[in-house]
């Protein structure tokens, strides 16, 4: 079975470098972020990169300004790691200018979460490495139990979390083995449709949260996907927390559907309410990782190292 490969261990007191991909860092996620690195700073050494706190509207900067933050970084050698500061609804603008050859070169993890995962999956699929689907730094890293980092010390961890069985719910059964590739349902859907990335992903174990879609709105995501051919290489799927307020005419319940898919693919769908857009274990999830996945014993298991 294809899998990325992995990327070196992250040790205490080694460099992480901040970089903003998507959405500015306003004084109100400024505030929000003080707390977390206070754990970051405890624990690493933290280097941003020249833009990150840069203000362009609804952006991080422009384009090449944020392109040129993750340039910077991935070309210095004392860095070990790089985390996405926040995420947004602009991170596909940097698909087609991410410096893919030197992410291969220098296998370092790279963790982001939300929009961030447009940029994780293509680099996941090009450059033939691991990267992390887990907490930014202003957004969920105080929320998160993972906020150490320690996960990437390890070779094999829980990829959903220490409480995952706590919080399972097998909505189709079956026992498959997959590749990893995932995070937030929309940005994902309407970045990577269509994409040579999306067609590239093979026999997959698609895991997606969503934070404020009622069942229609992911009804029309998935549909998406489906018309896209992706499904054809879906052979499970975890569903994280989904958060939607209730809207005046009645949703149909989000495990109602997620039932249909899972009987119409013929494939095991399970709901873990471990990661998400809310206060959660918020793991470090490894994308591009090989899994088994055994809802009979409620289990998803690493097959390789993550880290070496």
């Given at each position: 079975?294809?899998?990325?490969?992995?990327?070196?261990?992250?040790?205490?007191?080694?460099?992480?470098?901040?970089?903003?991909?998507?959405?500015?860092?306003?004084?109100?996620?400024?505030?929000?972020?003080?707390?977390?690195?206070?754990?970051?700073?405890?624990?690493?050494?933290?280097?941003?990169?020249?833009?990150?706190?840069?203000?362009?509207?609804?952006?991080?900067?422009?384009?090449?300004?944020?392109?040129?933050?993750?340039?910077?970084?991935?070309?210095?050698?004392?860095i070990k790691a790089m985390l996405a500061t926040w995420g947004g609804k602009n991170g596909n603008q940097l698909i087609n200018?991410?410096?893919?050859?030197?992410?291969?070169?220098?296998?370092?993890?790279?963790?982001?979460?939300?929009?961030?995962?447009?940029?994780?999956?293509?680099?996941?699929?090009?450059?033939?490495?691991?990267?992390?689907?887990?907490?930014?730094?202003?957004?969920?890293?105080?929320?998160?139990?993972?906020?150490?980092?320690?996960?990437l010390r390890n070779g094999f961890y829980a990829p959903f979390g220490e409480t995952a069985s706590q919080y399972w719910t097998?909505?189709?059964?079956?026992?498959?083995?997959?590749?990893?590739?995932?995070?937030?349902?929309?940005?994902?859907?309407?970045?990577?449709?269509?994409?040579?990335?999306?067609?590239?992903?093979?026999?997959?174990?698609?895991?997606?949260?969503?934070?404020?879609?009622?069942?229609?709105?992911?009804?029309?995501?998935?549909?998406?996907?489906?018309?896209?051919?992706?499904?054809?290489?879906?052979?499970?799927?975890?569903?994280?927390?989904?958060?939607?307020?209730?809207?005046?005419?009645?949703?149909?319940?989000?495990?109602?559907?997620?039932?249909?898919?899972?009987?119409?693919?013929?494939?095991?769908i399970v709901k873990i309410d471990t990661f998400g857009h809310c206060k959660t274990e918020n793991p470090m999830i490894p994308?591009?990782?090989?899994?088994?996945?055994?809802?009979?014993?409620?289990?998803?298991?690493?097959?390789?190292?993550?880290?070496?």
């Amino acid at each position: 079975m294809y899998h990325a490969q992995f990327v070196s261990r992250l040790l205490q007191g080694e460099s992480v470098g901040l970089f903003s991909p998507s959405e500015p860092l306003t004084n109100e996620r400024i505030i929000r972020m003080r707390s977390s690195l206070e754990i970051l700073e405890s624990n690493y050494n933290v280097i941003w990169g020249s833009n990150a706190l840069k203000n362009d509207f609804y952006q991080a900067g422009t384009k090449e300004e944020r392109i040129n933050d993750i340039i910077e970084l991935i070309s210095n050698k004392n860095i070990k790691a790089m985390l996405a500061t926040w995420g947004g609804k602009n991170g596909n603008q940097l698909i087609n200018q991410l410096p893919y050859e030197q992410f291969r070169e220098r296998r370092i993890p790279i963790i982001g979460f939300s929009d961030t995962c447009v940029l994780l999956n293509p680099i996941s699929v090009y450059s033939d490495i691991i990267t992390f689907y887990g907490p930014n730094i202003a957004g969920k890293l105080i929320e998160s139990s993972h906020a150490d980092m320690s996960d990437l010390r390890n070779g094999f961890y829980a990829p959903f979390g220490e409480t995952a069985s706590q919080y399972w719910t097998t909505i189709t059964s079956g026992q498959v083995e997959g590749v990893l590739y995932g995070g937030n349902l929309s940005t994902f859907t309407i970045a990577l449709s269509g994409t040579e990335c999306l067609k590239r992903m093979k026999n997959v174990i698609f895991f997606w949260e969503s934070a404020s879609d009622p069942p229609q709105i992911i009804d029309q995501y998935l549909s998406g996907l489906e018309n896209a051919g992706f499904f054809k290489e879906v052979k499970g799927m975890i569903v994280g927390k989904v958060l939607y307020e209730e809207c005046e005419r009645k949703n149909r319940p989000l495990n109602d559907l997620l039932y249909e898919y899972g009987k119409k693919m013929n494939i095991p769908i399970v709901k873990i309410d471990t990661f998400g857009h809310c206060k959660t274990e918020n793991p470090m999830i490894p994308i591009g990782a090989s899994v088994s996945l055994n809802t009979y014993t409620q289990t998803i298991v690493l097959k390789h190292p993550v880290v070496i």
